[in-house]
């Protein structure tokens, strides 16, 4: 199993910025793929970026291109999640996970690793 531990959620204004990093330990070699979700309250759990081991292959939902960016360092088993130009309705609870090989990255069901969440709370 991966274990995943998310950390740098806050409390920011519109406009500001987070860096979320999540910190893979266990058996890390089952994580070709690491992603973003997140979970506003009352609202189902939703992509928001991922990106492949290597790196080259970057995948974002739309409400967030151009303002979310992904990367990772695979010495350190760590992705992040540099959020800018944060908006009230980037509100959620922010989760790290990872797949072995999903078929798109955007297919919730092939992620089998997650953290335990961020919360992110934007004000206007």
């Known amino acids: 199993q991966v274990r995943l531990v998310e950390s740098g959620g806050g409390l920011v204004q519109a406009g500001d910025s987070l860096r979320l990093s999540c910190v893979a330990s266990?058996?890390?070699?089952?994580?070709?793929?690491m992603a973003w979700f997140r979970q506003a309250p009352g609202k189902e759990r939703e992509y928001v970026a991922a990106?492949?081991?290597?790196?080259?292959?970057?995948d974002y939902a739309d409400s967030v291109k151009g303002r979310f960016t992904i990367s990772g360092d695979n010495a350190k088993n760590t992705v992040y999640l540099q959020l800018d130009n944060l908006k009230p309705e980037d509100t959620a609870t922010y989760y790290c996970?990872?797949?072995?090989?999903?078929?798109?990255?955007?297919?919730?069901?092939?992620?089998?690793?997650w953290g335990q969440g961020t919360q992110v709370t934007v004000s206007a």
């Open positions: 996970a990872a797949a072995l090989h999903p078929p798109n990255f955007t297919w919730i069901k092939a992620y089998t690793e």
């Open positions: 266990g058996r890390t070699f089952t994580r070709n793929v």
């Open positions: 990106i492949n081991r290597n790196g080259g292959n970057i």
